[in-house]
């Protein structure tokens, strides 16, 4: 297979996977695969950029704090190496269901990648190379093709037997901010400008999506007294669940909050004709979820003013986040409008901010696995698949790198379905649904949200883990002690009742709650379910209860006090599985169903759905094009 | 296990004999609710393929004229046992005595007891999927499902009634509202507050709850949609069309001139001929105009032509043919329409040529008649006729309106569930994140009555009317 080359000598390698880019798609990607015993090589075009966090200062947050903790409970790395490296934790939503807490924790930017450079270098049969990967190799199969290798710029060959793609922002990377633009990644890395025309040519469609960061400024010229202080939580709750709360406890440090007002705008408006987004210069598709200031005035004109708020980069440095700000206007108006903030008027900017271009790929042509369909054994994960922010590339990596493994092992690849977890919601809605913007995580993506909270991701996925070979005997068993726990503790509270007495009655005053009645009896379950009531509080007249860890009391009090929610959200899944169930063909010819209307044919022959649930979920295919299928379905399966 | 569904499988007509039958794991239990002997006792249904005599009470609402528990009808049940039925399933036939009202009410009850409505072709699909029907059926299955589910949907677009559908999308409209607020809150905590926000809700979801109920009230008098056959007058103007309504419906609600094209848009009526609902719309008169808008009403005219089951073509007997009683028979024809010929004013002198008009349309088949709108002369004769063309089956009706209506009932029902559920959230004091559950649900189960789906409408109200993010 070797081959000789007369004129020049390169570099040639033979390894299991290689891994093109180490943000947090590709770190996770790669520490899967390595972890799963397969020789893993990562490519990354700076070493001192691994795991990097360019855009905002924190992990987590509403519905991508899940992502964590679903990652953590299959053995990905992100939630352990922020429970080391945080710098203030907080739980958002507190006050609302379980099932929309949301963990956030402020990073230290520098310790975070430190971290997890230290892991990728410490784990056996990962290696890291500095370069930039500038072609696929494959070879034609009948109308498919399948995955050789990569090439990169200095002409060496890594011969592969699976390729995972996470180039996140870098592919013909464009800075630009006000009139200039650079051909740059973030923090003016170097782009990968070669990669794009090489996927081109094998077939893949590559699109251009755009994004963007606020400015930081010198934490020295801000004016704090000015500003309203927030302080992380004072319970912290880890992401991981190897991790008890006592073994991360640390001093936090302080965010801040300020706000724009009508002079910020007015400096704004007046050079609306200076920005990119607007002069047209910015091709890119943006996220209407994260808009640059400039959007926020123009589209919300009767907003008076937009919350700041202004987040520490780390430990290391005085540099501070201006979360809200995002834009792409130039620089000098950059500074004017942030002077007018109060806490602002002499800061200094230590970067500006800017909008950033780049190609990523239409995540249709992917299955759900992450693995091209027209491509065998080239994986897709992260920003390049349309998705935005790093948890959301953190868990896809995870996923292409389990499925790589799973493949390279001859098993069936691990599909996580929209009722088992956020990653399924992101990864089937990236596949299934064309989006035309940057996609960001939201729980109200998920259907079944209340069966997927952080606080049950382990229930959900760790045996998913073990079964993968991530998650070790030791961390599975406790899982399953953990069950046994939950399920007897529920069992008991369900089974002892309470009776009129004044113990009973006595307590039930103290909180407001209504007293028993002579001979009307309830269980502790039922009082449990009061909504001025909780499986804490219960403890004051519950003699027999066992030590329980603090988790399994948190499963207990959720499970019985929502369980009327959660019994009907587990009939909405059931009913959802039955069209999961109904698997179609891969080799079906949509043209040659009758009956499907044109625009069914065309969106169906495209994505290519997996089963008919996802065939469903496809703009386009309405209800009676999915009967026209189901019939077809069993006339294929009788014949 | 798979749900259990009904339908009124004789057409819903004025026959002897209808039936209703009722497929799925829950139909004996169904039966055993509705159906018992005279005296009020359970039949026993153990054996399969049996006839029973009995009895079906009314467990559904209660009118006027029967209470709960009332006797509706009597009638034969044949139970078939899975899998020896069409569907394959556990099926139940029940044959009661023909008569829209009555097969409807005894379908009611049916779907009160635990059936919902079937789909367009449901039977007939589960009947395939079950094995039930040949391979080689499967196209004709597809066309089966297809062509009811076109006129279900023509169904639901035509015969919902205007403010019925306004009313649906408005509430859809404040519920997707309010979700997307709570939803953009609970996803951006530090930017948008739900503090009060449960006040302002209840008072929205009362609102909608007791505007559903309105509906689903006004449904059981059969109010929201307009069942019947779809009549349309057509002819030229001045020809008497308003003329013809008039007396048909016996009131003036249509406004009679002499000036040609007076009528400029359409008029709606309905009437009931010995038990038949004819919705008669009547239109502007089809002639080469330059008036704006005249024009406008011919257009509609046209376009409610089309959608109609039948039409009255109403000619001027006094003047001749000229190109405009053309276009009208050239509509009739590529458009394929079952019509009745009116030969109006024949108390005026005849000019035009009868057999010329008579053999120009539908291939000499249709049917002609002399009437004067004016002097109600012929006008019992033109309601026979079209009781008669209904009963011989020369009218089709769309049988899928009713089945619609049905599906729309329950939907209405559902969402008035749902919505009721988030009231009772509120009340128990659950947080915000709890009532978007229901909410969603009452926003799809209303978007099924008029015929909208889901899919990204909550993502882009949180992106197009919420400043999010960083």
Same mark, same amino acid.
């Given at each position: 297979?070797?081959?000789?080359?007369?004129?020049?000598?390169?570099?040639?390698?033979?390894?299991?996977?290689?891994?093109?880019?180490?943000?947090?798609?590709?770190?996770?990607?790669?520490?899967?695969?390595?972890?799963?015993?397969?020789?893993?090589?990562?490519?990354?075009?700076?070493?001192?950029?691994?795991?990097?966090?360019?855009?905002?200062?924190?992990?987590?947050?509403?519905?991508?704090?899940?992502?964590?903790? !679903?990652?953590?409970?299959?053995? +990905?790395?992100? *939630?352990?190496?922020?429970?080391?490296?945080?710098? %203030? @934790?907080?739980?958002? /939503?507190?006050?609302?269901?379980?099932?929309?807490?949301?963990?956030?924790?402020?990073?230290?930017?520098?310790?975070?990648?430190?971290?997890?450079?230290?892991?990728?270098?410490?784990?056996?049969?990962?290696?890291?190379?500095?370069?930039?990967?500038?072609?696929?190799?494959?070879?034609?199969?009948?109308?498919?093709?399948?995955?050789?290798?990569?090439?990169?710029?200095?002409?060496?060959?890594?011969?592969?037997?699976?390729?995972?793609?996470?180039?996140?922002?870098?592919?013909?990377?464009?800075?630009?901010?006000? !009139?200039?633009?650079?051909?740059? +990644?973030?923090? *003016?890395?170097?782009?990968?400008?070669?990669?794009? %025309? @090489?996927?081109?040519? /094998?077939?893949?469609?590559?699109?251009?999506?755009?994004?963007?960061?606020?400015?930081?400024?010198?934490?020295?010229?801000?004016?704090?007294?000015?500003?309203?202080?927030?302080?992380?939580?004072?319970?912290?709750?880890?992401?991981?669940?190897?991790?008890?709360?006592?073994?991360?406890?640390?001093?936090?440090?302080?965010?801040?909050?300020?706000?724009?007002?009508?002079?910020?705008?007015?400096?704004?408006?007046?050079?609306?004709?200076?920005?990119?987004?607007?002069?047209?210069?910015?091709?890119?598709?943006?996220?209407?979820?994260?808009?640059?200031?400039?959007?926020?005035?123009?589209?919300?004109?009767?907003?008076?003013?937009?919350?700041?708020?202004?987040?520490?980069?780390?430990?290391?440095?005085?540099?501070?986040?201006?979360?809200?700000?995002?834009?792409?206007?130039?620089?000098?108006?950059?500074?004017?409008?942030?002077?007018?903030?109060?806490?602002?008027?002499?800061?200094?900017?230590?970067?500006?901010?800017?909008?950033?271009?780049?190609?990523?790929?239409?995540?249709?042509?992917?299955?759900?696995?992450?693995?091209?369909?027209?491509?065998?054994?080239?994986?897709?994960?992260?920003?390049?698949?349309?998705?935005?922010?790093?948890?959301?590339?953190?868990?896809?990596?995870?996923?292409?790198?389990?499925?790589?493994?799973?493949?390279?092992?001859?098993?069936?690849?691990?599909?996580?379905?929209?009722?088992?977890?956020?990653?399924?919601?992101?990864?089937?809605?990236?596949?299934?649904?064309?989006?035309?913007?940057?996609?960001?995580?939201?729980?109200?993506?998920?259907?079944?949200?209340?069966?997927?909270?952080?606080?049950?991701?382990?229930?959900?996925?760790?045996?998913?883990?073990?079964?993968?070979?991530?998650?070790?005997?030791?961390?599975?068993?406790?899982?399953?002690?953990?069950?046994?726990?939950?399920?007897?503790?529920?069992?008991?509270?369900?089974?002892?009742?309470?009776?009129?007495?004044?113990?009973?009655?006595?307590?039930?005053?103290?909180?407001?709650?209504?007293?028993?009645?002579?001979?009307?009896?309830?269980?502790?379950?039922?009082?449990?379910?009061?909504?001025?009531?909780?499986?804490?509080?219960?403890?004051?007249?519950?003699?027999?209860?066992?030590?329980?860890?603090?988790?399994?009391?948190?499963?207990?009090?959720?499970?019985?006090?929502?369980?009327?929610?959660?019994?009907?959200?587990?009939?909405?899944?059931?009913?959802?599985?039955?069209?999961?169930?109904?698997?179609?063909?891969?080799?079906?010819?949509?043209?040659?169903?009758?009956?499907?209307?044109?625009?069914?044919?065309?969106?169906?022959?495209?994505?290519?759905?997996?089963?008919?649930?996802?065939?469903?979920?496809?703009?386009?295919?309405?209800?009676?094009?999915?009967?026209?299928?189901?019939?077809?379905?069993?006339?294929?399966?009788?014949? | 296990?798979?749900?259990?569904?009904?339908?009124?499988?004789?057409?819903?007509?004025?026959?002897?004999?209808?039936?209703?039958?009722?497929?799925?794991?829950?139909?004996?239990?169904?039966?055993?609710?509705?159906?018992?002997?005279?005296?009020?006792?359970?039949?026993?249904?153990?054996?399969?393929?049996?006839?029973?005599?009995?009895?079906?009470?009314?467990?559904?609402?209660?009118?006027?004229?029967?209470?709960?528990?009332?006797?509706?009808?009597?009638?034969?049940?044949?139970?078939?046992?899975?899998?020896?039925?069409?569907?394959?399933?556990?099926?139940?036939?029940?044959?009661?005595?023909?008569?829209?009202?009555?097969?409807?009410?005894?379908?009611?009850?049916?779907?009160?007891?635990?059936?919902?409505?079937?789909?367009?072709?449901?039977?007939?699909?589960?009947?395939?999927?079950?094995?039930?029907?040949?391979?080689?059926?499967?196209?004709?299955?597809?066309?089966?499902?297809?062509?009811?589910?076109?006129?279900?949907?023509?169904?639901?677009?035509?015969?919902?009634?205007?403010?019925?559908?306004?009313?649906?999308?408005?509430?859809?409209?404040?519920?997707?509202?309010?979700?997307?607020?709570?939803?953009?809150?609970?996803?951006?905590?530090?930017?948008?507050?739900?503090?009060?926000?449960?006040?302002?809700?209840?008072?929205?979801?009362?609102?909608?709850?007791?505007?559903?109920?309105?509906?689903?009230?006004?449904?059981?008098?059969?109010?929201?949609?307009?069942?019947?056959?779809?009549?349309?007058?057509?002819?030229?103007?001045?020809?008497?069309?308003?003329?013809?309504?008039?007396?048909?419906?016996?009131?003036?609600?249509?406004?009679?001139?002499?000036?040609?094209?007076?009528?400029?848009?359409?008029?709606?009526?309905?009437?009931?001929?010995?038990?038949?609902?004819?919705?008669?719309?009547?239109?502007?008169?089809?002639?080469?105009?330059?008036?704006?808008?005249?024009?406008?009403?011919?257009?509609?005219?046209?376009?409610?032509?089309?959608?109609?089951?039948?039409?009255?073509?109403?000619?001027?007997?006094?003047?001749?043919?000229?190109?405009?009683?053309?276009?009208?028979?050239?509509?009739?024809?590529?458009?394929?329409?079952?019509?009745?010929?009116?030969?109006?004013?024949?108390?005026?002198?005849?000019?035009?040529?009868?057999?010329?008009?008579?053999?120009?349309?539908?291939?000499?088949?249709?049917?002609?008649?002399?009437?004067?709108?004016?002097?109600?002369?012929?006008?019992?004769?033109?309601?026979?006729?079209?009781?008669?063309?209904?009963?011989?089956?020369?009218?089709?009706?769309?049988?899928?309106?009713?089945?619609?209506?049905?599906?729309?009932?329950?939907?209405?029902?559902?969402?008035?569930?749902?919505?009721?559920?988030?009231?009772?959230?509120?009340?128990?004091?659950?947080?915000?994140?709890?009532?978007?559950?229901?909410?969603?649900?009452?926003?799809?189960?209303?978007?099924?009555?008029?015929?909208?789906?889901?899919?990204?409408?909550?993502?882009?109200?949180?992106?197009?009317?919420?400043?999010?993010?960083?």
């Amino acid at each position: 297979m070797e081959t000789k080359n007369t004129e020049k000598k390169h570099i040639t390698e033979y390894c299991d996977v290689v891994v093109v880019g180490a943000g947090h798609a590709g770190c996770e990607a790669a520490l899967a695969c390595a972890r799963l015993g397969f020789n893993t090589v990562v490519f990354t075009v700076s070493v001192d950029s691994i795991a990097l966090m360019p855009c905002n200062p924190n992990i987590g947050g509403s519905s991508k704090g899940h992502l964590v903790c !679903e990652l953590d409970a299959l053995g +990905g790395e992100m *939630g352990k190496c922020i429970d080391k490296t945080f710098i %203030q @934790s907080k739980m958002l /939503n507190k006050s609302k269901g379980p099932a929309v807490h949301s963990l956030r924790a402020q990073a230290d930017k520098q310790n975070y990648i430190s971290e997890m450079r230290r892991v990728l270098e410490n784990t056996e049969n990962l290696r890291i190379k500095q370069a930039e990967v500038t072609e696929l190799i494959t070879e034609d199969r009948g109308n498919s093709k399948i995955i050789r290798g990569v090439k990169t710029s200095s002409g060496a060959v890594y011969f592969a037997k699976k390729v995972i793609l996470c180039t996140g922002v870098y592919l013909k990377a464009r800075c630009i901010y006000g !009139e200039v633009s650079e051909y740059t +990644g973030p923090n *003016g890395l170097r782009a990968a400008n070669q990669l794009t %025309q @090489s996927l081109i040519e /094998n077939g893949i469609t590559v699109r251009r999506f755009k994004t963007g960061t606020p400015a930081r400024v010198d934490g020295r010229t801000i004016d704090y007294s000015e500003m309203e202080e927030q302080k992380g939580d004072d319970f912290i709750r880890p992401f991981s669940f190897t991790n008890e709360p006592q073994d991360i406890e640390r001093e936090q440090v302080s965010c801040w909050l300020t706000y724009t007002n009508e002079n910020t705008h007015k400096i704004i408006r007046d050079n609306i004709d200076r920005s990119p987004l607007f002069s047209g210069e910015i091709v890119g598709t943006g996220p209407r979820y994260c808009p640059s200031i400039e959007d926020k005035v123009v589209k919300f004109p009767d907003k008076e003013r937009h919350q700041i708020f202004v987040e520490p980069e780390g430990y290391y440095t005085n540099e501070m986040y201006l979360s809200g700000m995002s834009s792409s206007l130039p620089e000098d108006v950059q500074l004017d409008m942030i002077r007018t903030m109060p806490g602002f008027s002499h800061a200094e900017i230590v970067r500006h901010a800017y909008a950033i271009e780049y190609d990523c790929i239409d995540a249709t042509e992917l299955n759900n696995t992450l693995e091209f369909k027209n491509i065998e054994g080239l994986y897709s994960a992260g920003q390049i698949n349309g998705s935005s922010g790093y948890e959301e590339a953190a868990v896809q990596g995870l996923m292409a790198g389990i499925n790589a493994s799973l493949s390279l092992k001859g098993k069936e690849g691990l599909v996580i379905d929209r009722s088992e977890g956020y990653i399924g919601v992101l990864i089937d809605d990236l596949v299934t649904k064309e989006t035309s913007e940057p996609y960001r995580m939201m729980t109200s993506r998920a259907e079944y949200r209340l069966l997927l909270r952080q606080d049950n991701a382990d229930l959900r996925l760790t045996e998913k883990g073990h079964d993968v070979g991530l998650i070790d005997d030791d961390r599975y068993n406790k899982l399953i002690v953990k069950k046994d726990l939950i399920e007897k503790e529920i069992k008991r509270l369900e089974e002892t009742i309470a009776g009129c007495n004044d113990l009973i009655n006595d307590f039930l005053k103290k909180y407001g709650s209504a007293e028993l009645k002579e001979g009307a009896g309830q269980s502790y379950s039922e009082l449990i379910k009061r909504p001025e009531l909780n499986y804490e509080l219960l403890k004051e007249i519950d003699s027999e209860r066992p030590e329980l860890p603090w988790r399994v009391r948190e499963q207990v009090n959720i499970e019985i006090k929502y369980k009327g929610y959660i019994e009907r959200q587990k009939q909405q899944v059931e009913h959802f599985k039955k069209l999961e169930r109904k698997k179609i063909s891969p080799d079906i010819v949509y043209e040659d169903l009758k009956g499907l209307r044109i625009e069914a044919v065309q969106k169906l022959s495209k994505i290519r759905p997996e089963n008919i649930g996802q065939a469903g979920r496809i703009s386009g295919v309405s209800p009676a094009d999915i009967s026209v299928l189901l019939v077809y379905l069993e006339q294929m399966k009788k014949k | 296990m798979s749900e259990t569904i009904a339908a009124i499988a004789t057409g819903l007509t004025e026959s002897g004999i209808g039936i209703v039958r009722i497929s799925g794991d829950d139909s004996y239990n169904i039966i055993s609710k509705i159906f018992k002997s005279k005296s009020g006792k359970n039949i026993d249904l153990s054996e399969s393929h049996k006839v029973h005599y009995g009895f079906i009470y009314n467990v559904s609402r209660e009118t006027s004229d029967e209470g709960k528990n009332d006797i509706l009808d009597e009638v034969l049940v044949i139970n078939m046992k899975s899998p020896r039925s069409y569907t394959g399933e556990d099926t139940i036939e029940i044959d009661c005595h023909g008569g829209v009202l009555m097969m409807k009410k005894i379908f009611e009850n049916v779907l009160a007891a635990g059936a919902r409505p079937a789909e367009p072709g449901e039977f007939t699909k589960r009947a395939f999927i079950n094995g039930r029907i040949d391979l080689s059926q499967a196209e004709a299955v597809i066309d089966i499902i297809n062509a009811k589910n076109t006129r279900a949907l023509k169904a639901s677009v035509t015969q919902l009634k205007g403010s019925v559908s306004e009313k649906i999308k408005n509430y859809r409209n404040t519920i997707l509202e309010d979700t997307a607020y709570i939803e953009a809150a609970l996803d951006d905590p530090e930017h948008i507050s739900l503090d009060g926000f449960s006040d302002k809700l209840y008072s929205d979801v009362d609102i909608v709850s007791s505007g559903i109920k309105k509906l689903l009230d006004s449904s059981e008098n059969g109010k929201l949609i307009k069942e019947g056959i779809n009549t349309v007058i057509l002819g030229k103007p001045n020809a008497g069309k308003s003329s013809l309504m008039n007396v048909l419906i016996g009131e003036e609600k249509a406004i009679v001139t002499d000036i040609a094209g007076t009528t400029r848009d359409t008029l709606e009526a309905s009437i009931n001929l010995s038990g038949l609902t004819l919705n008669i719309i009547d239109t502007a008169g089809i002639r080469n105009t330059d008036d704006k808008v005249e024009k406008i009403g011919i257009e509609r005219a046209l376009s409610a032509a089309k959608n109609a089951d039948f039409i009255i073509y109403v000619v001027d007997s006094s003047v001749p043919m000229d190109e405009s009683d053309k276009k009208i028979i050239e509509f009739i024809n590529t458009h394929d329409k079952k019509s009745l010929i009116l030969l109006n004013k024949s108390d005026l002198e005849q000019k035009t040529d009868v057999k010329k008009i008579t053999d120009m349309i539908n291939d000499g088949s249709a049917k002609i008649l002399q009437i004067s709108a004016k002097m109600s002369i012929g006008i019992d004769e033109l309601e026979k006729t079209i009781e008669e063309m209904f009963y011989s089956g020369e009218i089709n009706y769309n049988d899928e309106i009713f089945l619609t209506s049905e599906r729309q009932k329950t939907a209405l029902a559902n969402a008035y569930s749902a919505v009721n559920q988030v009231k009772e959230s509120i009340n128990a004091g659950m947080s915000e994140d709890f009532f978007t559950i229901d909410l969603m649900r009452a926003y799809e189960e209303l978007g099924f009555i008029i015929g909208e789906e889901v899919k990204e409408d909550l993502v882009n109200e949180i992106f197009s009317k919420f400043c999010m993010g960083k």
